[in-house]
């Protein structure tokens, strides 16, 4: 009975800790508050530098978007959150739809981020780009035989082909944007093929993609470029595997974003305007290349040695928003073709 | 060692209730503490005000259907897991004597402290085309094709069935060795035969313990999201996070996981249903051992020891494998922060946990009537629904409470309820009552009505009773209630994703985090921290009820029980 009486005594003690805590920390003027769907160890080194320049603390809480934005809708004008920050143009549109996000309007923003990789109303801002790009095995693929995202669907790929689950966010933008590009119809085809010419189940992460590639499991894929770099920086630069921009003669490479919002009902919206100009600048913007091997959203910002290396590319310039709009009717074509 | 009373009693749950005055009080709390606990629960009812129709009728076009099979089968298969090794590893260590026993009987909780995502994506590291394994089998005989592909439906059962056979384990080890060797040997001695003892008289007396670990590994099967996740495996699960991250539908969601919660209800039901009105209460005989010799010995020894290694002692050393080689760099000062968070969590969670079930299952035993039953079934159902979907709910409910506190009285700042520890334990509390309750009530139901009858007797209020009797009695059910709790709360994922407040992120936070990028490697790292720390209560908790059937029930039950019936008799 001791025992339980302890653990009482201490979880009262720390209960009364935390409430002390939670009312400490309410409504600080220097204090940002961030819901973020990007990972804490590619959020907190930025983070930390704000804070050295500015003084200005930033805090911060991590989920998946849609916990987040759940939680916002939720919270409604008695958030504590200032800024929204959330990977992928779908989840960025969605919060926009879901009125969450407050329209601002920055020269600087608007300087440091391409039109299409913002919203047109200024409630979300890409801070990163991503690209979302063929992958192949240097072993049993001459480079020759690849040329677009399409392509893939040619029975020359049957049983050569691994792909990432359907439900991660970054296919569905993938194929948001083909519906975009091509419609419905012809794009069911395409990923009708794809399905068709899979090695293999899909697997859950980017990877588990290319190490099946690497394994022999499979010869193609389609994967983030930053997931390539990780592996590459884990496994040598001698993997034999290497990168494709696809889609060079036509509308270019699928990117995508990460991004930024401040909230409707932000208790700081000064602030967080200032990390989130803060975020497009140089030195942020070079960061971002640094933590992620992504993109800078910034046009003058030069990419990182690694990323440099991997060549350059057309992007493809459709405004990133077109991945949210579409979202449920690519999510609802993939169900229908079979693709898990 | 058989007292006045016979070893077995049968008795109808009402004649053993004590009613009388003062004893109502008890009903109002259990339905007040239901009516706490239904709330979220009642949110998620409250989506089907909202019908959408076209993703409904896409989902039942497309994969519903599926998703309805793979959620069947996953049951099926786990359910028959989990009793194939839970039951006859209990019976193993709690009856027979064989070579490492004494090891095992401890050991073969181990595989509780394991996270399904976890060994979800250790097994896949290791036995997938990729892995270790399919490529030594390429390297030795040019092809691994004929090897059974992880990713599949049998690998997920696999993978459940491992993780989630300690709670059929535990609750039938217990009861088999309550049942003491005495009852085999009269078994024996009225000319059966050793299997058929076991199938007549020794598991269906253990049938409500084994009832109620499946269904804890089922539920908890049910409403898994993290390892059908790094599978690939679609259940109705998925579905619910598919409409919620797909369709950015939550309504949709909830009306999913409202039909899942009924699915649960039902069951649960049913179950209760067919084991009927039985009740057993029962004595500790000693007696002796069965010792198996020669083959047998080793098959037993070899059979704990296979599970054992398969369920634990190699996803440990592939986990640490990839911590040396590739995550032990991301060690730090934090990870030390991040420990004592997830303990601490664990803690509370499982004393406001514990506490609750105890007042649930004490007043379902002084006042069984319709409503207070009902009341405490109710409260148990929150273990069926995912995990996100709680959470969800629960903020929901606490953030209305904010923005009515804003609004009435102008307190707070906002989010200062829905933000805070109350609100994560809260819903840790309304996610593993069911844990809680299990051990809890259990142990109620194992108290010989003729004690509490004795105490009153005696004079003995009721708040006396529950001090100076009951408690003392429940004291090992207690705490092995709360040591589950701890490292289901320690492990849990989605509610304190949604719900911790600032700072507050724990090792599970962290493996999201990676995991969720495919870092497995170095999710590794926090991966085993966690394992290590679950292991901590783990073990208290096995060497509990090892001590059990010794101290409490031949040693604390029988002494009162000793006790009271002399005083009674005077």
């Keep these: 009975m001791r025992v339980l009486l302890i653990v009482g005594l201490v979880a009262a003690a720390v209960l009364g800790v935390s409430f002390w805590a939670s009312q400490q920390s309410g409504g600080q003027g220097d204090e940002i508050i961030v819901y973020s769907a990007r990972q804490e160890h590619l959020i907190k080194p930025l983070f930390d530098r704000f804070t050295e320049e500015t003084g200005m603390r930033v805090r911060y809480v991590t989920d998946d978007a849609g916990p987040l934005l759940q939680r916002l809708r939720a919270e409604g004008a008695n958030t504590r959150a200032d800024m929204l920050m959330t990977v992928d143009a779908g989840n960025l549109w969605q919060a926009a739809e879901q009125d969450v996000l407050a329209s601002i309007e920055s020269d600087t923003l608007e300087r440091n981020v391409p039109a299409n990789l913002r919203d047109p109303d200024g409630r979300w801002f890409g801070l990163s780009v991503r690209a979302r790009t063929i992958v192949y095995s240097t072993e049993r693929v001459d480079p020759e035989d690849l040329s677009t995202y399409e392509a893939l669907a040619d029975d020359q790929w049957d049983g050569r082909l691994c792909l990432r689950t359907s439900k991660k966010v970054y296919n569905q933008s993938l194929v948001a944007t083909m519906i975009a590009r091509h419609g419905e119809e012809l794009t069911e085809e395409i990923v009708s093929g794809w399905v068709d010419n899979l090695a293999t189940q899909p697997f859950s992460n980017d990877t588990a993609v290319m190490e099946a590639i690497v394994a022999g499991q499979c010869d193609v894929g389609i994967v983030n470029t930053y997931y390539f770099g990780r592996l590459q920086e884990r496994d040598g630069d001698e993997t034999p595997l290497a990168l494709f921009w696809p889609n060079q003669d036509a509308e270019g490479v699928h990117v995508n974003v990460s991004g930024a919002g401040i909230t409707r009902h932000a208790s700081n919206p000064e602030a967080a305007l200032q990390l989130l100009e803060w975020l497009s600048e140089q030195e942020a913007q070079e960061m971002f290349g640094a933590l992620n091997m992504e993109y800078p959203v910034r046009p003058e910002t030069e990419w990182t040695e690694r990323v440099r290396g991997w060549g350059e590319f057309q992007g493809d310039d459709i405004d990133v928003s077109e991945a949210g709009r579409r979202q449920v009717d690519a999510v609802m074509l993939m169900d229908r073709v079979g693709y898990r | 060692m058989a007292t006045p009373e016979a070893d077995i009693r049968w008795m109808s749950p009402t004649a053993g209730s004590t009613r009388g005055g003062g004893t109502g009080g008890w009903r109002w709390l259990a339905v007040a503490i239901a009516a706490i606990i239904l709330a979220p629960i009642l949110i998620t ?526």
């Design chain 2, 45 to 570: 009812l409250l989506s089907w005000l909202q019908p959408d129709q076209a993703i409904w009728e896409h989902l039942s076009q497309t994969v519903l259907t599926r998703l309805i099979g793979n959620t069947v089968f996953l049951i099926v298969g786990v359910a028959a897991l989990v009793l194939l090794l839970g039951v006859s590893l209990a019976w193993l260590t709690a009856v027979c004597e064989f070579p490492g026993r004494r090891v095992f009987d401890w050991a073969l909780m181990l595989p509780l402290a394991v996270p399904a995502y976890v060994l979800a994506f250790t097994f896949i590291g290791i036995l997938d085309y990729s892995g270790p394994v399919q490529g030594s089998l390429r390297d030795w005989f040019g092809s691994s094709d004929w090897f059974p592909p992880i990713r599949s439906p049998g690998g997920v059962v696999l993978v459940m069935g491992l993780v989630l056979y300690p709670y059929v384990y535990m609750l039938a080890r217990t009861a088999f060795m309550a049942q003491g060797p005495t009852l085999m040997e009269a078994a024996r001695i009225a000319g059966m035969g050793p299997w058929r003892a076991f199938f007549r008289v020794a598991l269906p007396m253990a049938r409500p313990a084994i009832a109620a670990g499946t269904a804890l590994a089922l539920m908890e099967a049910l409403a898994d999201f993290g390892a059908v996740a790094v599978f690939n495996y679609d259940t109705f699960t998925t579905a619910i996070y598919k409409a919620w991250y797909g369709f950015f539908s939550i309504e949709v969601a909830a009306q999913l996981a409202s039909l899942l919660l009924l699915f649960v209800a039902v069951a649960l039901f049913t179950e209760r249903y067919t084991r009927g009105r039985a009740r057993f209460f029962q004595v500790a005989g000693s007696g002796h051992r069965i010792v198996l010799r020669g083959t047998r010995a080793w098959l037993a020894t070899g059979f704990a020891g296979g599970v054992l290694a398969v369920a634990f002692l190699i996803p440990l050393f592939q986990l640490v494998w990839w911590v040396i080689w590739h995550s032990i760099g991301d060690l730090d000062a934090r990870y030390l922060n991040l420990l004592l968070r997830t303990v601490g969590l664990g803690l509370m969670a499982a004393f406001i946990t514990v506490s609750v079930a105890l007042v649930l299952a004490y007043a379902k035993r002084i006042q069984p009537d319709w409503l207070t039953r009902r009341a405490v079934a109710a409260s148990t159902l929150g273990y069926a629904l995912p995990g996100s979907v709680l959470a969800v709910a629960v903020m929901l409910v606490f953030t209305w409470l904010d923005n009515a506190m804003v609004s009435l009285f102008g307190l707070g700042g906002g989010g200062w309820l829905a933000g805070s520890l109350v609100a994560l334990l809260l819903a840790y509390s309304i996610r593993f009552m069911a844990v809680a309750f299990s051990s809890v009530d259990a142990a109620v139901e194992q108290i010989r009505p003729s004690i509490p009858e004795a105490a009153r007797c005696l004079g003995a209020g009721q708040g006396r009773l529950l001090r100076e009797v009951y408690l003392p009695m429940l004291r090992p059910g207690l705490f092995a209630g709360a040591l589950l709790v701890c490292v289901d709360v320690m492990k849990e994922m989605p509610a304190t994703l949604l719900m911790r407040p600032f700072g507050w992120d724990t090792l599970a936070v962290r493996i999201f985090e990676l995991t969720s990028e495919g870092e497995w490697e170095r999710a590794a790292l926090p991966a085993v921290t966690l394992v290590l720390v679950g292991l901590l209560p783990v073990i208290f908790l096995v060497r509990r009820s090892a001590q059990q059937p010794r101290r409490s029930s031949r040693g604390t039950v029988q002494a009162t029980a000793g006790r009271d019936l002399r005083l009674g008799g005077a």
